[in-house]
Structure formats: structure tokens, C-alpha cells
């Protein structure tokens, strides 16, 4: 292997690294609660699609049902999501409470308070160098997720 690759790895390996460390310590969003990276990640997923049900919820984010189960438990919990039965009994559909989206519109500004630096470089980048990161991250998101499903 080259260096320059070994080095491109090393970067990689390193923010994996440090966003894993974010994501163990939980953060304020403007409530009194604290939320941790994959509670965040799951208000946003139910934001981003409306009326979504715990299923679809668990196969977008690459999770079991178990797993999103004791996720929503804690944000409904919380008063961050709320669950309603439109259909059935059975498929309950999530969608965020009054406190769910005021913690959507913290972490929205967060966000964009972190990756201002990022929306500059890509300003900048010419398209065929948006093109190749594109590529580059989408092949790394493949590998993982099929790694994950042989686990």
C-alpha cells in the first residue's frame, strides 16, 4: 500500500475515532434532556419521513427492530416522538412532539454551526472532486453495510 493511501486510511480511521467519541457523550439540545448521537439520529430519521413506522424506521437507519424498539422507548419517554395507530393496532407510526422538533431546530443549528467549514470546501471543489468524494463515501458506506449483515 502507498503512503498517500495509508494516510488517506489513517484520516478516515481518525474521524471514525472522534465521531464515536462524540457520540458517547450525550449533549443538550435546548430541554432538559440528554440526548445521545443515536437518539438524535433517529429524531431526524422520523423528521425526515413523515409518519414513519417502527420498521421502516429500523431498515433506514441499518438497525433491528429491538434496537429502534428501546430507542423510541426512551425518546417517547422523553416527549420527543410520539406514537399514533392510524391503520391498525399493530403499525404504530412515529412522529415528533412540540419538544421533538424544537430539539430537531438545536441540532439542525449545530450541525451547520460544525460543517460551515465543510459547505465552504465544497463550494470551492470542482464538480469531478465532489463526484470522487461522493463515489469514495458511497463505496466505504457499501463495504460497511455489507460487512455489517455478515456479522
Partial sequence: M??????????FLKIL?????????????GTV?????TEIH??????KNK????TQLAEIMGVTKGAISQTIRKLVNKN???????????EVNLKLSEKGIAVLKAQES???????????LYEQ????????????????SNNMENRVKTL
Avoid: C, W
Fill in 2 to 11: 502507498n503512503n498517500e493511501l495509508q494516510t488517506l486510511i489513517d484520516l
Fill in 17 to 29: 475515532h472522534l465521531y464515536s467519541v462524540i457520540g458517547r457523550k450525550p449533549k443538550n439540545y
Fill in 33 to 37: 434532556d440528554l440526548l445521545y448521537l
Fill in 42 to 47: 433517529t429524531i431526524t430519521m422520523v423528521a
Fill in 51 to 54: 409518519e414513519i413506522n417502527m
Fill in 80 to 90: 420527543l416522538i410520539l406514537k399514533s395507530n392510524i391503520n391498525n393496532r399493530k
Fill in 110 to 120: 449545530f450541525q451547520k454551526e460544525i460543517f460551515t467549514f465543510a459547505g465552504a
Fill in 125 to 140: 471543489a470542482r464538480p469531478e472532486d465532489r463526484d470522487l468524494v461522493k463515489r469514495l463515501f458511497l463505496a466505504i
